[in-house]
Every structure is written in structure tokens, then in C-alpha cells.
């Protein structure tokens, strides 16, 4: 079992960041892929960014490559999302996963066995 707690939402103009924070629970965090995926209001959960087991290796999707970064500390069980650069189409309920069967950076939602209960990021315009 993985619990992921997720942590540092909040409202932010347009071009501000934040740094979103997923702690987790359970001795298979430090070789499990974790991910970040987003829901807006009336739209699919969708993926953001995940990260292999060691930190090594990333994937992100195209709407955030190049301002946001994924990041992990396997020895406090944290994983991070830098979100740079922020637009009004970035508003959504942030979830932190837990891709306890892959240790490579996966990016499909079927992968991820845990879930947090999310964090509300919404940027103003």
C-alpha cells in the first residue's frame, strides 16, 4: 500500500509559479515510477509529467514541456512538480500517482495504482 499526500496549491497570476509537493508512504516508493496528472472542470484526468524510479529519467506532455519539472527525494519519499511560467489554461486539481508495478517513467493513467486526493491550482489572468 501507498499513501500520497499532495501539498502546495494555491491561487497565482499569470507567469507566477508554485511547487507542488507529493509525500508518500510505503517501503516501494523508492523503486516506483510516480506522475503527476491534472483534471479541470469537465475534462479528463490527464497527464502532466512522471519520473522513473531513480530520478533519472522524465517524460512530461507537450502543453507543459519546458515550464514544468518533475523531481524526486527518495530518501524523504517526497516528489515535486515546479510549475513555471503559469497560464489560466493550467487551472486545474493537480493528483500525485504511484506506478507501483514500473520503475521506467510511464505516462499512461492505467499504470498508476495510487492516487492522492489532490491539490487546487488555479492561475489568474
Known amino acids: 500500500q501507498v499513501q500520497l499526500v499532495e501539498s502546495g496549491g494555491g491561487l497565482v497570476q499569470a507567469g507566477g509559479s508554485l511547487r507542488l509537493s507529493c509525500a508518500a508512504s510505503?517501503?516501494?516508493?523508492?523503486?516506483?515510477?510516480m506522475g503527476w496528472f491534472r483534471q479541470a472542470p469537465g475534462k479528463e484526468r490527464e497527464f502532466i509529467a512522471s519520473?522513473?524510479?531513480?530520478?533519472?529519467?522524465?517524460a512530461y506532455a507537450d502543453s507543459v514541456k519546458g515550464r514544468f519539472s518533475i523531481s524526486r527525494d527518495n530518501a524523504k519519499n517526497l516528489v515535486y512538480l515546479q510549475m513555471n511560467s503559469l497560464k489560466p489554461e493550467d487551472t486545474a486539481v493537480y493528483f500525485c500517482?504511484?506506478?507501483?508495478?514500473?520503475?521506467?517513467?510511464?505516462?499512461?493513467?492505467?499504470?498508476?495504482?495510487?492516487w492522492g486526493q489532490g491539490t487546487q491550482v488555479t492561475v489568474s489572468s
Open positions: 500517482a504511484a506506478g507501483t508495478g514500473y520503475r521506467v517513467a510511464v505516462q499512461s493513467k492505467d499504470a498508476y495504482a495510487y
Open positions: 510505503g517501503r516501494t516508493f523508492s523503486s516506483s515510477a
Open positions: 519520473i522513473n524510479w531513480s530520478g533519472g529519467s522524465t
